[in-house]
């Protein structure tokens, strides 16, 4: 925005001192319209006024039309510049809204072509396999080839006529991300003042995707485990709050399931904590997908982790249960020192039949958890 009100003002100024370079270089025949005649011409006074201010009047003229099309000029940049402006602040309140996906980039050609007056447009995003990629487009009939080449590297983008259609890059922390394109069909060309919008607004845009990706990463690890990218615990108890209270008004049952990886404190002391991490990231993705989308699934402390199944009889969640520990038997971590085998421990707690609070069917699934572990120690 601060070089937006550079601009603006640099036009201000412009504009002043024509004026007074104006006034300074018509001053002096005004003067000499009025006084030298008196002083030298005599009885010619009149005529002589008259051609003066005939001759002064064309330039007068002249200023008034110049001031007239630098106040329009001026007035429409100060329109266009607001209308930036309040682009950029719908574009990053709906930012906010989402979290990255191709809609932010929907939204970013959404305010692009509405503050462009175009009718079409596309943004190209360069892939992992430095693929030029299309994830948004506008206007375009189902089918319809988008006729340009754009660049995987920095360079020229071809096929862009500058008069009906406009491209700028889209940087991300210094490295090309990508293009943002519009086009007018049929319409009046773009001039050099929509080259500049467009210039600034890919620059925002740029800023933008980035900024939202950062926030969208710190909200990430704000609510997910970065070892096992399950929910953290803070964000599990938010989650089962309110499935709970869905639950609860459907009249719905479901099992708390609290498990407990076995010897990993040994394998961290026997193996390192490198293994003991590819241990906790193998049970997780062994847990992950044997439960649906629609259950709940935390990392509530180091080894300890808590599932909750909805819908599913007590007898399917044993056998869930049976089919993870049939899974895990077949993925042991081998190491230069021998095999690791991944174990776990478990507990069940049943909403509500056992209680309908979080706290109180945790203690009953993890003392259940304990009574097995005994079990498993004794038979052993």
Request: glycine residues 6%; proline residues 2%.
């Amino acid at each position: 925005m601060n070089s937006l009100k550079i601009r603006v003002k640099g036009v201000v100024v412009l504009g002043i001192k024509k004026i007074l370079l104006f006034l300074l270089l018509f001053l002096m025949p005004i003067f000499l319209g009025i006084w030298l005649p008196v002083v030298v011409l005599g009885e010619h006074i009149i005529l002589m006024q008259i051609l003066f201010t005939i001759v002064l009047l064309g330039p007068l003229a002249y200023l008034s039309l110049k001031l007239a099309i630098m106040n329009d000029k001026l007035k429409k940049r100060i329109s266009r510049n607001k209308s930036i402006r309040e682009a950029t602040l719908n574009l990053y309140n709906e930012l906010i809204e989402h979290s990255f996906s191709d809609e932010v980039y929907a939204l970013i050609l959404k305010n692009a072509i509405n503050l462009l007056n175009a009718d079409r447009g596309c943004v190209a995003i360069i892939n992992k396999n430095k693929d030029i990629e299309y994830k948004a487009w506008i206007g375009y009939g189902e089918g319809e080839k988008i006729d340009i080449k754009f660049p995987v590297i920095s360079g020229e983008v071809e096929g862009v006529n500058q008069k009906t259609q406009l491209c700028t890059p889209l940087y991300l922390a210094d490295q090309l991300l990508g293009y943002l394109y519009v086009e007018r069909m049929n319409r009046e060309n773009f001039d050099g003042e929509d080259v500049r919008i467009m210039n600034y607004f890919g620059d925002l845009s740029g800023n933008a995707i980035d900024i939202h990706k950062l926030v969208d990463g710190i909200s990430h690890l704000a609510r997910y485990d970065d070892l096992t990218n399950t929910f953290n615990r803070r964000h599990f108890i938010e989650m089962f709050t309110n499935a709970c209270s869905e639950t609860y008004m459907d009249g719905q049952e479901f099992s708390l399931v609290y498990f407990d990886i076995d010897n990993l404190k040994v394998t961290n002391d026997q193996f390192g904590h490198h293994y003991g991490d590819k241990v906790i990231k193998v049970f997780s993705k062994v847990i992950q997908e044997n439960i649906r989308d629609t259950d709940l699934f935390s990392r509530y402390g180091g080894d300890e982790f808590v599932a909750v199944l909805f819908n599913m009889d007590k007898e399917r969640v044993r056998e869930r249960i049976q089919n993870i520990e049939r899974q895990l038997k077949e993925k042991s971590i081998f190491t230069k020192n021998g095999k690791i085998h991944v174990k776990f421990s478990y507990g069940i707690a049943n909403y509500p039949e056992d209680a309908k609070d979080l706290d109180q069917l945790i203690q009953i699934a993890d003392r259940r958890m304990y009574i097995q572990k005994e079990h498993l120690k004794s038979g052993a």
